[in-house]
């Protein structure tokens, strides 16, 4: 079993930036690939960003490309989002995910944070 507990977010304003933590708990949780996702309001959950759980990898949704970063601790079980030029498209509640499997697919993710709000006004 993998616990993932996640903070961060908030309100902040078009061009500005903000960084979101996602802490894993679990005896193997550093053996995971983790990603992050989002879902805004009527839309469906969307692909943002995954790592490798070696970090040799990193992957990002389109959208995100140049603007977001995502990395990882494997020592503190801990993988960030940092967003930057943040825009009003970007609002929408993110979760943080771990899996085994092929990164790409949220369908292939075991394990799910509790999703936080990040709301950027323009």
């Known amino acids: 079993q993998v616990q993932l507990v996640q903070s961060g977010g908030g309100l902040v304003q078009a061009g500005g930036s903000l960084e979101l933590s996602c802490a894993a708990s679990g005896r193997t949780a550093s053996n995971y690939h983790m990603g992050w996702f989002r879902q805004a309001p009527g839309k469906e959950r969307e692909f943002v960003a995954a790592i490798t759980w070696s970090r040799v990898s990193t992957f990002y949704g389109d959208s995100v490309k140049g603007r977001f970063t995502i990395s990882r601790d494997n020592a503190k079980n801990t993988v960030y989002l940092q967003m930057t030029s943040l825009k009003p498209e970007d609002t929408a509640v993110y979760y943080c995910?771990?899996?085994?499997?092929?990164?790409?697919?949220?369908?292939?993710?075991?394990?799910w944070g509790q999703g936080t709000q990040v709301t950027v006004s323009s």
């Open positions: 995910a771990a899996t085994r499997g092929p990164l790409l697919n949220q369908g292939n993710y075991d394990y």
